[in-house]
């Protein structure tokens, strides 16, 4: 047991059915439906490896987009094939959830067998809109129907899914109410490595928060400022355009018009929060990049410029490299631009090179942040990948996320049951 949580070592799981659910969730190529990245696929392998070797009937269940992401919403099929192939062994698939014929498999399953279920956001309850209106405990979790279907055909359930542990929906949370629950390797390995990073970073500690999901980095940005684990705070991407906007800068009808169309505007009284109480700890951007033919860059003192701002500057990077460079801990989650073009990926790719060439304790976190590292090649350069992304920034903002939250609770209550009490 480690931090309150049962993990593989503490079960026999020879001849069991283990529910395993894992975070999967990967960019598709919406015209071949390939994948474009199977980090997160390739993190997994080791609690799968083990507990297939263990001799279990492992049944893995998985999202892949949902209402949020609705472009990346599809089956879970060609997943199945990935992980045959990087397993080098048989990966069954079903489409189906937890109807009869998903049932029926999961019971056919021998020892050692891997079945994967179909997209678990298929199933209503699975979805955002379900979590967020209704706002169900744990324990209603456990009455809804995916639950009730799998959960008597199981004898433990396994967490492996890190990047989605800031959620609570019911493959997430409801099973550990009526299953003995345990952490995978890769669950056990990203709480380990978080844990002991913000326990005790090293000096200075310097955050990179940028990318399109700014949610999130709001979220992480008032938190680490305010309970000091943030030295200082590098912004980019379209982080960085809402502060400069909440400071006063003009950006640009086209830059501008983006943020109010997205209902992301909110944020501009957010940000001006945070630069009243933080501002020497934040750092803005000088510069910013905008697509022309090629590319062209505009000092943030000659803003507005009517072109959409996709990337930060030659002067914010090298004003970013001096304090990176001088960094002994370093987190980054969100690209400091739009990478995946020639013409706006300076900001990233210089970061990211940046941050590995500095010597410091570096994480990175974050879907689009990882698909950046990896068109780089720099994922053996970090210190720490974290497959997380809302995941990451709500625990290092110091929240006890409700899959942990869950997995303690679990290990606790079958605990006192075999104990008698």
Known sequence: MKYGINTLDDFCVEGKTVLCRVDINSPIDRETGALKDTTRIVRCLPTLKELSE??????????????????????????AGVLSNLLARPVGFVDDVCGPAARNRIKELRNGEILLLD?????????????TSLK????????????RKL????????????????????????FQEVLPSAMGRLFEEELTALSSVTENPRRPCVFFLGGAKIQDA????????????????????????????????????????????NSLSEYIEVSQSILDRYRERVV????????????????????????LL???????????RKIIAAAKTIFINGPAGVFEEAQSEYGTKSIWEATVQSGAYSVIGGGDSIAAMNKYSLADKFSYVCTAGGGLVRFLSGEELPVVKALRRSAEKFSLAKAGK
Request: glycine share 6%; with cysteine; charged share 20%.
């Open 54 to 79: 263990r001799g279990a009937k492992t049944v893995l269940m998985a999202h892949q987009g949902g209402d949020l992401e609705y472009k990346n919403f599809a089956s879970t099929e060609n997943h």
């Open 151 to 174: 959960a008597p055909l199981a004898d433990l359930y396994v967490c492996d899914a890190f990047a989605a542990a800031h959620r609570s929906q019911p493959t997430l949370v409801g």
């Open 119 to 131: 997209n678990v956001r298929f199933m209503s309850e699975e979805m955002t809109l379900f979590e």
């Open 136 to 147: 169900l405990d744990p324990a209603a979790q456990s009455k809804t129907l995916v639950v």
């Open 218 to 261: 709001f979220i992480m940005m008032k938190t680490v400022l305010e309970n000091g684990t943030a030295d200082t705070v590098l912004t980019g991407g379209l982080v960085a355009n809402i502060m400069l906007l909440a400071a006063g800068t003009r950006l640009g009808e086209p830059s501008e018009n983006f943020i109010f169309m």
């Open 284 to 307: 803005l951007p000088s510069d910013l990049a905008f697509k022309t033919v090629d590319r062209s860059e505009v000092k943030v003192e000659d803003l507005p410029v009517e072109r």
């Open 310 to 320: 996709v990337d930060i500057g030659h002067r914010t990077v090298e004003a970013y």
